[in-house]
């Protein structure tokens, strides 16, 4: 028998998180059936979705339930096996939640390469945030050599992989950040054209000072104000890509739409949202290509990885609605 620790979800949060959100408990696993892996999680992706996954509202996935261990994508190390398919040292990432250990049947569950990149970069680049980043921008806003990206949250884990695929196809690349620290980490080591800093810069005026002619295509990360600047600064034929809105996210109100929204018939634009499940068939390449580019250099994972184990969840994952962390953020067990 295996003993766990697991956070589950206590009550539904208004605003951010906090202490009460969030129960941990110990829960004995039993023993393995035909057919299962027994996992030791090692690191835990924390994403701005989960805060939406906390809502008892329709969304592309099921709320997590009052009770339930927190919904979360890991890297782990298969340490008992009756599944043909996983081996005793195995490598996997999987939805195994936030637990120290896990039983899974294998279902969605992958073989990562830990020879390739470290684990918190198969949460980061090469996890969810890069398979984001590299349809969202490719797919989504039909990125063409020459034209000019924008993409807000630029420092986070999806925005700077956006950014540096971007420069990779030969575009020009602004991101928006908050921060001087963060804005010279885009310009001066990932390579970003430029970098507005939404703290301390007039972001309407600034976008139209560094792409004066307009904005062919904004990856919007945060919603808002930021939104309304983008959609002021368009050019003709421009595409929105929705990929999130992290100023609402603990918001306790609905927010209200974008003020400028009327850009989009001006400039003949469009407007698109999506949820990268739908490119999950597709992955592979997105996989291999990001590969190429973080080994020969044009592509730099950064992730911010916190130390100290289950406990830390709470205050861990409200580290991504303070503007904590710089690139992914990751809990190491």
């Given at each position: 028998m295996t003993k766990t620790q697991q956070v589950r979800l206590a009550q539904r949060p208004s605003g951010l998180t906090d202490a009460d959100t969030w129960n941990v408990t110990t829960e004995e696993l039993p023993a393995l059936s035909a057919g299962q892996i027994l996992v030791k999680v090692d690191f835990i992706s924390l994403d701005p979705a989960m805060r939406g996954w906390l809502n008892d509202v329709r969304s592309y996935v099921p709320p997590v339930g009052i009770g339930e261990v927190m919904r979360s994508l890991d890297i782990a190390t298969v340490v008992e096996s009756t599944h043909p398919d996983f081996a005793v040292g195995d490598t996997v990432s999987g939805t195994f939640g936030v637990t120290e250990f896990a039983i899974s049947d294998g279902n969605g569950v992958q073989k990562v390469d830990s020879s390739v990149a470290p684990g918190p970069t198969w949460l980061g680049a090469l996890g969810m945030p890069g398979m984001t980043a590299y349809f969202g921008l490719l797919e989504v806003g039909k990125l063409s050599a020459g034209e000019t990206v924008?993409?807000?949250?630029?420092?986070?884990?999806?925005?700077?992989?956006?950014?540096?695929?971007?420069?990779?196809?030969?575009?020009?690349?602004?991101?928006?950040?908050?921060?001087?620290?963060?804005?010279?980490?885009?310009?001066?080591?990932?390579?970003?054209?430029?970098?507005?800093?939404?703290?301390?810069?007039?972001?309407?005026?600034?976008?139209?000072?560094?792409?004066?002619?307009?904005?062919?295509?904004?990856?919007?990360n945060v919603g808002g104000d930021i939104l309304d600047a983008a959609l002021a600064n368009l050019r003709r034929g421009a595409r929105v890509v929705l990929c999130g809105a992290i100023s609402a996210y603990n918001d306790e109100t609905l927010s209200t739409g974008p003020s400028r929204y009327m850009s989009l018939l001006v400039f003949r634009a469009s407007m698109t949202g999506f949820v990268v499940f739908d490119y999950a068939d597709r992955y592979g390449e997105a996989i291999a290509e990001i590969s190429q580019w973080l080994a020969d250099g044009t592509l730099k994972s950064r992730e911010h990885v916190v130390e100290g184990g289950i406990g830390r969840f709470g205050e861990t994952l409200n580290m991504l609605f303070t503007g904590a962390n710089v690139g992914k953020l990751v809990l190491a067990l």
């Amino acid at each position: 028998m295996t003993k766990t620790q697991q956070v589950r979800l206590a009550q539904r949060p208004s605003g951010l998180t906090d202490a009460d959100t969030w129960n941990v408990t110990t829960e004995e696993l039993p023993a393995l059936s035909a057919g299962q892996i027994l996992v030791k999680v090692d690191f835990i992706s924390l994403d701005p979705a989960m805060r939406g996954w906390l809502n008892d509202v329709r969304s592309y996935v099921p709320p997590v339930g009052i009770g339930e261990v927190m919904r979360s994508l890991d890297i782990a190390t298969v340490v008992e096996s009756t599944h043909p398919d996983f081996a005793v040292g195995d490598t996997v990432s999987g939805t195994f939640g936030v637990t120290e250990f896990a039983i899974s049947d294998g279902n969605g569950v992958q073989k990562v390469d830990s020879s390739v990149a470290p684990g918190p970069t198969w949460l980061g680049a090469l996890g969810m945030p890069g398979m984001t980043a590299y349809f969202g921008l490719l797919e989504v806003g039909k990125l063409s050599a020459g034209e000019t990206v924008v993409v807000s949250a630029a420092a986070g884990a999806v925005g700077s992989v956006v950014g540096q695929i971007a420069k990779a196809k030969g575009a020009t690349v602004i991101g928006i950040a908050g921060g001087a620290e963060k804005c010279r980490w885009l310009t001066e080591e990932l390579g970003f054209d430029a970098a507005v800093d939404y703290r301390n810069e007039d972001v309407l005026r600034r976008l139209r000072e560094v792409a004066p002619k307009g904005i062919d295509i904004y990856f919007d990360n945060v919603g808002g104000d930021i939104l309304d600047a983008a959609l002021a600064n368009l050019r003709r034929g421009a595409r929105v890509v929705l990929c999130g809105a992290i100023s609402a996210y603990n918001d306790e109100t609905l927010s209200t739409g974008p003020s400028r929204y009327m850009s989009l018939l001006v400039f003949r634009a469009s407007m698109t949202g999506f949820v990268v499940f739908d490119y999950a068939d597709r992955y592979g390449e997105a996989i291999a290509e990001i590969s190429q580019w973080l080994a020969d250099g044009t592509l730099k994972s950064r992730e911010h990885v916190v130390e100290g184990g289950i406990g830390r969840f709470g205050e861990t994952l409200n580290m991504l609605f303070t503007g904590a962390n710089v690139g992914k953020l990751v809990l190491a067990l």
